[in-house]
């Protein structure tokens, strides 16, 4: 009996293995043509509004919490100038569309590197604001 | 003469290797149809980014950032230019007492 277990425990490591070594590619013949990092970005930018939506939805849920406590105010401020449809650079959200756009308009190796920052930004953006106990639901 | 133990554990062998090649089989393929991020899905993610662009505000087609084009302060006067302007003041008060 106890080979049995070990013969299948070997059979899901091995599994397991070829699982860890397969990373996503993009179909070529699709909008982004094979651009892994534009994908990201687009994918970090949905990310983003979602943690915008869930923060603004927690905000509203909890106005006594958001009332009290500065912190939280000042982050739900910041959101919301993110979300007032006036472009500033400054802003995360709208850095990176910018780092987007000007990625699209010419793939150098600035606008790459610049591109992943404003990446590393918003993902460092979005944990600030999960760290309000928003649940990851992706 | 093979014992009983012999042949259950060659039947045991049997059977782990073909569970292996078969799940081995049916994994890579699995992996190999998950591991393409199809056109429908890209085109999903496009779509709702152009959605996003639109709900906060941001033009469709946003114009690629430019550095701002420092504007360069005006130079002092060099003595000469100064003792011109001085002599173009002076001719236009006696043009005009």
Known sequence: MNKRIIAYLSVVAFLASISGCVTRQLDPSGPYHGDLILYQADGVIVDLDTAYDEFEALAARNPGFFGSNEKAAALLDRIKIERDGIWESNEVLASLFMARDAYIHARDGTSHSNLRLAIQAARAFIMEIKAYGIEDRR | ?97
């Open chain 2, 1 to 97: 003469m093979a014992s009983k133990t012999d042949v259950e554990n060659l039947l045991l062998a049997a059977d782990v290797a073909l569970t292996l090649a078969s799940l081995a089989a049916s994994k890579i393929e699995e992996l190999r149809k998950e591991g393409v991020i199809t056109t429908d899905e890209q085109s999903a993610r496009l779509t709702r980014v152009e959605e996003i662009r639109k709900k906060v505000g941001l033009p469709p087609v946003a114009p690629v950032p430019t550095m701002p084009v420092p504007v360069p302060a005006p130079a002092d006067p060099t003595p000469a230019e100064e003792a011109e302007k001085l002599k173009d003041a002076a001719e236009s008060q006696v043009k005009n007492p």
